[in-house]
């Protein structure tokens, strides 16, 4: 008779147990926003709703010049390949194919017919000082950007240098490169 009396109330146990573990997911998947029978967990509840994109400017030797929308995370490459890749005379040392996208970005391709080009990363103060407009100062600045940055990305980069802008970067974008 204890046996059963026993028996009786483990099973009382373990369907109370049973419950308050139903109880307990029912809990975990309103919360979550899951159905209690879905069989796969929802990725929702692991990334953002949105992927970020942003928008990436190709002109020069570039096929199909224009504005190509890429996922953050992306690289150069894939803009370059959205527009139809490269021109036969595109100076591919001057862009790294590999720089991940974390930012609008408009990407100048230039030729390769363009010879004596000036390294942005490994020009001396010297040779940065030939490139029109730029003085030991803004040499000085252009080295410190590049150290504090671990290097020039991309050649518009260069705009972001203080005392160096659009024009300047217009006018001397055929003169340098990565």
């Known amino acids: 008779m204890k046996t059963i009396i026993g028996v009786i ?26 159905q209690k029978n879905s069989t796969e967990v929802s990725n929702d509840i692991f990334s953002s ?79 940065l000082m030939s490139l029109s407009g730029v003085g030991q100062t803004i040499a000085n600045r252009i080295i410190d950007y590049r150290y504090n940055n671990g290097g020039f990305k991309y050649l518009e980069e260069i705009m972001k240098v203080d005392g160096l802008g659009q024009a300047f970067f217009e006018k001397s974008k055929n003169k340098i490169c990565l």
């Open 49 to 127: 709703e949105e992927d970020t994109t942003y928008e990436v400017t190709l002109s020069g030797e570039i096929k199909n010049e224009g504005c190509y929308t890429v996922n953050e995370g992306d690289f150069l490459l894939n803009a370059i390949q959205l527009a139809g890749g490269l021109t036969i005379n595109a100076d591919a040392t001057c862009f790294n194919n590999y720089l991940p996208i974390t930012e609008d970005l408009s990407i100048y391709i230039p030729a390769t017919s363009d010879i004596n080009k000036i390294s942005l990363n490994k020009a001396t103060i010297e040779e």
């Open 9 to 34: 109330f483990l099973v009382f146990l373990i369907v109370i147990g049973m419950s308050a573990i139903e109880y307990n997911e029912a809990l975990f998947y309103n919360s979550a926003g899951l």
